[in-house]
């Protein structure tokens, strides 16, 4: 039983060694967004302005998180402290005219309410993020609920 386990792992090693010398996939065959051979370093593009309007921007389907329509350059955003709840705090949001945090980030996951920021809610931009004014790396085809929604009303009022 040894011996075949033996001769059977070595048969899959030889075999491993023959697919590794086979030949190499080409550069040019590689569909990749560097725009540039794999063996050169391209120079990175500019860094992108970030978007700075303090605009709230329309959401593009339900639940999805706010995006944040200001610099977060240099917040503080760790264990001790959050930044961000400085204006989007309960008790801020009338001096810095932001809007409060979502009920939904001071709930559990049994959905109980607590008293202050969920420790799952803590960390804002896992979920937010600013926007940069920067072309698309790919084409957007994304169409709006709403818009799918008038779509097939027209199409259904025409027949």
Same mark, same amino acid.
């Given at each position: ?29 590689l ?6 051979p794999?063996?050169v370093?391209p ?27 200001h ?16 204006c989007?705090? $309960? ?6 005219q932001a ?9 559990? $996951?049994d ?28 084409? +957007? ?10 779509a +097939? ?7």
């Amino acid at each position: 039983m040894k011996t075949i386990m033996t001769i059977s792992a070595l048969a899959l090693l030889g075999m491993s060694f023959v697919s590794v010398a086979a030949e190499p996939v080409q550069d040019e065959k590689l569909a990749t967004l560097r725009q540039a051979p794999l063996n050169v370093e391209p120079k990175p593009p500019v860094m992108q302005k970030v978007v700075n309007s303090d605009k709230r921007q329309v959401r593009n389907y339900p639940m999805q998180p706010p995006v944040i329509p200001h610099k977060v350059d240099g917040y503080q955003l760790d264990l001790k402290v959050n930044k961000c709840m400085s204006c989007h705090a $309960r008790g801020r949001i009338g001096d810095s005219q932001a809007p409060m945090v979502s009920v939904t980030h001071f709930m559990d $996951r049994d959905n109980n309410f607590l008293a202050e920021l969920s420790p799952r809610r803590y960390f804002c931009l896992q979920c937010h993020v600013p926007q940069l004014d920067a072309k698309p790396l790919v084409e +957007n085809e994304f169409v709006d609920l709403e818009h799918l929604l008038k779509a +097939n009303a027209n199409t259904e009022g025409k027949h």
